[in-house]
């Protein structure tokens, strides 16, 4: 069984000019890694990040962002669909993970192959 969280405060990630935002009480179990690759890569490891937006997008079709500068108190809706929200993730683990830039183009495949039966 996998384990799930629930984010006891909004989170909000520094993102190409403004933030992506995961509301307070939403669940997730970051990166969804199956038990035999967890030794590679761990649900709550560097894919963290990227896991959590991920599963937004996946539960919603869309992921909440907020501009820094044009709109500031204004959040938006951002619709996408699976192909979108899989590139949102090794977009996020690149920018915050620069140096495993190859794990995450195996993990980031391994979604576009495997994602939509999660």
């Known amino acids: 069984t ?11 990630l520094p ?3 403004g933030f992506l935002v995961c509301p307070l ?3 997730t179990d970051f ?4 038990r035999f690759f967890q030794r590679i890569y761990s649900p709550t490891g560097y894919l963290l990040l990227a896991g959590l937006f991920h599963d937004q997008c996946y539960s919603n079709a ?3 962002w907020q501009p820094f500068e044009e709109f ?4 938006f809706k951002m619709f996408v669909d699976q192909e979108e929200a899989d590139n949102l993730f090794r977009e996020i683990a690149w920018q915050y993970y620069p140096e495993h830039k190859k794990k995450t183009w195996v993990a980031y495949k391994a979604l576009r192959v495997a ?3 999660d």
Request: hydrophobic share 40%.
């Open 2 to 12: 996998r384990r799930v969280f629930r984010l006891e405060e909004e989170y909000r």
């Open 15 to 17: 993102f190409k000019g």
């Open 25 to 27: 009480n939403f669940l």
């Open 31 to 34: 990166a969804s890694i199956p």
């Open 62 to 64: 869309f992921y909440l």
């Open 72 to 75: 500031p108190d204004e959040v």
């Open 115 to 117: 994602g939509r039966f």
